[in-house]
């Protein structure tokens, strides 16, 4: 009976099964229960004891105590304690179902012994500072339902887990952990001459873009393709219809949890938002898609466009992009580099460095083994990462 999961059995009840009913009515008070079972286990035990010693003595003498002891024990813990118990542990279910067909009679038959057992114990728990009609606290926490998630075997699919934990996960990672950095963001330039602007647009593999005037810190709206004929007509751009198309920008703050931004992007109609940071600075996009594939995976693009900016080598080691971001990384390649500071690859080095190198430097971050090959400026253009313990040859 204390074996069963109570979850299960929670459903099963929904589902109107008698024998979890009638379990579940026996668990609502365990104190009567367990008072009920042990009144009966040992009220036979005792009996048991007694008739055995009794039939000792006139077969033996008083030798027959020791005797019918010895015997008794190992016949009682055997085949009344450890065999029939762990069978029950094993499979309660089976056992504890059919077996409430039997308790809840019993529990009324023995109320008044089991009332007055109950009564008395409940007192000494009292006296003790224990509240015998305390619930079990049954809520789960994140981390335990990750793990409920986790551990649930055959009986989930693997692709349904995945995707399960990943929900869970969502409010440990904020927008610009996934965010399109500013210096990839694609989109038009209001000060562009009208021929850019279209080869902006005829070039586009995105739906909405955003457009801005000079300097991406200055978006003024976003302009959803399907509107492309209304800004288009046969004397080329119509930059006032262009502008009259766009619909305003929806901002918000880098810090903002996934698992908020997509209740927000639901609850305000968006799908597209500009990410800024304190300071009101455009720190880059992010689009609806964007959470949802953090959820279900890629569906939008290419599965092999998370590792196109990482490149393996026969040494073991990966030549990586500076660029690439340190979460793609790590899922691609199961790696545990640091997720909490910087986004990007050159970003993590620099940091470690604490200064902007001369020239092809060579660092260490944890276990990874990391060799700037490519400085651009203040940035890293590339690196080669091994780990440490990876066999690595002199390059020929």
């Not at 049954?138 to 934990?165: D, Y």
Request: proline share 5%; charged share 20%; glycine share 6%.
């Amino acid at each position: 009976m204390m074996s069963l999961n109570r979850y299960r059995l929670k459903h099963l009840q929904k589902n109107n099964h008698h024998g979890a009913k009638r379990a579940g009515k026996l668990l609502e008070r365990p104190d009567r229960l367990i008072g009920l079972i042990l009144i009966g286990n040992n009220l036979v035990n005792i009996l048991a004891s007694a008739i055995a010693t009794v039939i000792a003595i006139r077969l033996w003498g008083d030798a027959g105590i020791l005797i019918a002891t010895v015997a008794l024990t190992l016949v009682v813990l055997i085949f009344a304690e450890i065999t029939p118990k762990t069978i029950a542990a094993l499979h309660p279910e089976q056992v504890a179902f059919p077996a409430s067909l039997v308790l809840l009679p019993l529990l009324k038959l023995m109320y008044p012994l089991v009332w007055l057992v109950s009564r008395i114990t409940n007192g000494l728990l009292h006296m003790m500072g224990v509240d015998p009609q305390g619930t079990v606290n049954e809520n789960l926490s994140q981390e335990e339902l990750r793990t409920l998630v986790a551990e649930g075997g055959a009986l989930i699919p693997a692709r349904r887990k995945h995707m399960m934990l990943n929900l869970l996960a969502l409010e440990e990672v904020t927008v610009n952990d996934i965010m399109v950095p500013r210096n990839e963001v694609y989109g038009i330039d209001l000060d562009d001459t009208d021929d850019e602007i279209l080869r902006c647009i005829q070039t586009s593999s995105h739906t909405r873009l955003p457009v801005w005037r000079d300097d991406i810190n200055d978006i003024v709206g976003v302009l959803h393709l399907r509107n492309i004929s209304k800004v288009i007509d046969r004397q080329g751009l119509d930059r006032a219809a262009l502008e009259r198309e766009m619909s305003p920008p929806y901002f918000i703050p880098e810090s903002t949890p996934l698992n908020t931004q997509l209740m927000n992007f639901q609850k305000n109609k968006h799908r597209l938002a500009v990410v800024v940071d304190e300071y009101g600075e455009v720190m880059g996009l992010v689009a609806l898609e964007d959470i949802l594939e953090e959820i279900v995976g890629e569906f939008t693009s290419n599965l092999s466009d998370a590792t196109d900016n990482i490149f393996p080598q026969r040494d073991g080691s990966h030549i990586i992009a500076g660029t690439a971001n340190i979460r793609e990384i790590n899922k691609a390649l199961h790696w545990e580099l640091p997720k909490n500071g910087p986004k990007t690859l050159s970003g993590l080095i620099l940091e470690t460095l604490e200064s902007f190198p001369d020239g092809n430097a060579g660092l260490a971050i944890g276990p990874y083994r990391m060799e700037i090959l490519e400085l651009e400026g203040n940035v890293v253009r590339s690196a080669r990462v091994r780990v440490a313990g990876t066999k690595t040859s002199s390059p020929s």
